[in-house]
Every structure is written in structure tokens, then in C-alpha cells.
């Protein structure tokens, strides 16, 4: 059985930093691409960061240059570090990743979500 658990998160007010992480534990060979997504209050879940398996990210543009995005491959980690934050990024986070269950067979699966509040 495979789980994401997440950590991190809080209230922080306009400006200030959070990190979040996401774990993953079970049986599993690794993490393939690995992504944040945020849910603001009644409003879609957004795509917010991705980390491909050789490092390489990408982002919205509404957080470049504020968040990063890394892991740590050997302890099955990913990270989100938001600085600059504002109000509007306000949302619950989930991490999402690709999990390589053998040579031929991977599957999504989703962290709990974490709530991140920005207050002005």
C-alpha cells in the first residue's frame, strides 16, 4: 500500500513563507514526476508546480519566482517552498505523484491536502 503524507502548511500573513512536504511510503521502486496542485474555496483545483524524476520543474505563473519546488529522491520527498506569499494563494495543497510500481506499471496517487491560509 502506497500513501503521500503531507506536512507543512499554516496561517503565515501576507509576505511570509511556508514549506510544505510530501512523503511517500509503501512498496514501491520510485517517484516518477511529482506535482503540487492548490483548491481555493469554491474555485477548481489549480496546477501549481511540477518535479520531473531528473529535477527538472515547471510552474504557473502566478507563483514563479515565490515557490519551488524540489525532492529528495532518496528519501521519497518533495518539497514546496512558497515565499512572497499573498492572500490569493489561500488554498488547501495536494501533492500528486507517479509512483513506479514495477518496471512496467505506475499510478497516480494523491496526498491528504494541507491547508495554507495568507491573511493580509
Known amino acids: 500500500q502506497v500513501q503521500l503524507v503531507q506536512s507543512g502548511g499554516g496561517l503565515v500573513q501576507a509576505g511570509g513563507s511556508l514549506s510544505l512536504s510530501c512523503a511517500a511510503s509503501?512498496?514501491?521502486?520510485?517517484?516518477?514526476?511529482v506535482k503540487w496542485y492548490r483548491q481555493a474555496p469554491g474555485k477548481q483545483r489549480e496546477w501549481v508546480a511540477t518535479v520531473a524524476s531528473d529535477g527538472n520543474t515547471n510552474y504557473v505563473d502566478s507563483v514563479k519566482g515565490r515557490f519551488t519546488i524540489s525532492r529528495d529522491n532518496a528519501k521519497n520527498m518533495v518539497y514546496l517552498q512558497m515565499n512572497g506569499l499573498k492572500p490569493e494563494d489561500t488554498a488547501i495543497y495536494y501533492c500528486?505523484?507517479?509512483?513506479?510500481?514495477?518496471?512496467?506499471?505506475?499510478?497516480?496517487?494523491w496526498g491528504q491536502g494541507t491547508q495554507v491560509t495568507v491573511s493580509s
Open positions: 500528486n505523484a507517479e509512483i513506479n510500481l514495477s518496471v512496467n506499471f505506475r499510478y497516480p496517487y
Open positions: 509503501g512498496t514501491f521502486r520510485s517517484m516518477n514526476t
